[in-house]
């Protein structure tokens, strides 16, 4: 979850067995166990298929303009950015994050280079803690006016992912801080900033 695809791609691969030829026409092609596609990416389990995660709902309390609203805001972004790697679908993420921002946007790019030669599931991110939900006051600091910053343990695992004919299995957790600028703009809160940092990285 924390990691771009480009970074996750160099892990060794599960199964590297060479593409098979198809022995017969009715046959088709297989490595590794997967079925390759007409587009040479290995073809993702149907039952793991993009449409059998369910897109998640902004909770009515998150459109309130309070902490608790932008709290409950920011915790959605985290499950629209999780929504979007295990289905490619970045536009509930996109919905809550202001064009431009670096952080929108690396992770837009990120998941369209990922589902442009392949695919990911069983990424997962839970909140374990809320560390601070406060109010930005200093008019030095780089946050836009009415912004709360909402700062979060999470713990994360990467899943399953595919690049071409790699299939990269990711089976151990791992922690991250994530910040977030909820900014209250337009009548609905918006993410302005982002920082997600390693907790075992120094």
């Not at 088709?28 to 897109?55: E, F």
């Not at 790697?85 to 946007?105: L, S």
Request: proline share 6%.
């Amino acid at each position: 979850w924390g990691e771009k695809p480009s970074v996750a791609a160099t892990a060794p691969a599960v199964n590297p067995a060479p593409t098979a030829s198809a022995s017969a026409s009715s046959e088709a092609a297989m490595s590794g166990g997967y079925q390759i596609g007409p587009d040479g990416v290995l073809v993702r389990p149907a039952q793991y298929a993009a449409d059998t995660y369910t897109k998640p709902e902004l909770p009515d309390e998150a459109k309130e303009n309070t902490e608790r609203g932008a709290e409950l805001a920011a915790e959605y972004v985290v499950e629209t950015l999780t929504y979007a790697w295990n289905t490619g679908d970045t536009q509930p993420f996109a919905d809550m994050t202001e064009p431009g921002e670096v952080f929108r946007e690396t992770y837009i790019d990120s998941v369209n280079r990922l589902y442009a030669h392949g695919w990911m599931y069983d990424n997962k991110a839970t909140v374990t803690n809320i560390v601070a939900v406060d109010p930005i006051t200093d008019q030095n600091s780089d946050a836009q006016p009415n912004t709360i910053l909402v700062l979060f343990d999470v713990t994360t695992s990467n899943g399953t992912s595919c690049v071409d004919q790699r299939v990269i299995v990711s089976e151990s957790d791992f922690n991250v801080s994530l910040g977030l600028f909820m900014t209250w703009k337009d009548g609905h809160w918006i993410t302005t900033g982002g920082d997600v940092s390693r907790d075992d990285q120094e």
